[in-house]
């Protein structure tokens, strides 16, 4: 499963029924729906149930995620909650190698979580996430996440952020980190998915670092609080639109080289 190249797709996470019903308004503005569940991390997983309620409320064509969460370094406890979460209707698994301090770790769980999940659906989409401010948990550096996707046989890596503080991907992984990330996962054959607070004036960077999927939850919130505000359809069109107007820019600029 590989997604267009030179896309920038947009992946909207409501953490409940109504909120994906918010996002099934502005199914035209976004790409992936992924569940997840704030209150329990910065990938939180959500109930099985959620899921398939979820999966149930948004259009057919629109892949939905879901995150298995901030996992410790237990590969047989992750790889049955990955498959939990594609039974449940996720054909896009996100783990996030919480407690995992080494690359060896982060790869024995990832490969477990691939072989349960390909197993039972071959198509699932799977996602090493890591986190830009590492060094604030003690995981993984960032910049290992794309081989650790590769070596594990995933099919993408991610960074997100960790402690939900109001600081930014930006301010833990410069953007020219990002555009390093960005190469290693397309030197691996693997799509790159950047996440962490992302605001729309981000999106000019990481459009030009060639960013497949940014992650957003809070810029399409009320007030852009991710906790207490609720997604509003409107704020997806006006994200989508900034998405679609540097995407437009770049591609004017690359044509006149």
């Not at 996470?13 to 503005?29: F, G, R």
């Not at 699932?124 to 996707?149: M, T």
């Not at 390093?180 to 030197?187: C, G, I, M, S, Y």
Request: with cysteine.
């Amino acid at each position: 499963m590989r997604w267009k190249e030179s896309t920038l797709l947009l992946l909207i996470s409501p953490d409940s029924v109504e909120e994906a019903l918010e996002c099934a308004k502005a199914a035209e503005h976004l790409d992936i729906v992924d569940v997840k569940k704030p209150d329990e991390g910065s990938l939180g997983a959500n109930y099985p149930w959620v899921i398939r309620e979820i999966r149930g409320a948004v259009p057919a064509d629109k892949p939905v995620s879901a995150t298995v969460g901030d996992v410790p370094y237990k590969p047989g406890t992750v790889a049955q909650a990955a498959l939990g979460a594609a039974v449940s209707g996720a054909t896009y698994i996100k783990v996030g190698l919480y407690g995992c301090t080494t690359p060896d770790q982060a790869i024995e769980v990832m490969s477990g979580v691939v072989r349960a999940v390909k197993d039972y659906r071959p198509d699932a989409f799977v996602v090493a996430s890591g986190y830009a401010d590492a060094h604030r948990i003690g995981c993984v550096n960032p910049l290992a996440l794309p081989d650790i996707a590769r070596r594990s046989g995933s099919d993408a890596a991610m960074l997100d952020t960790a402690v939900k503080d109001g600081s930014r991907l930006f301010d833990h992984v410069p953007p020219a980190a990002c555009a390093e990330f960005v190469r290693l996962a397309h030197e691996a054959g693997l799509l790159a998915a950047l996440a962490g607070s992302v605001k729309a004036e981000d999106l000019a960077t990481l459009t030009r670092i060639g960013t497949d999927i940014v992650g957003v939850r809070g810029a399409v919130c009320e007030g852009g609080d991710r906790n207490s505000g609720r997604i509003q359809p409107r704020l997806v069109a006006a994200f989508r639109a900034e998405m679609d107007r540097h995407a437009q820019e770049h591609a004017t600029t690359v044509a006149a080289l």
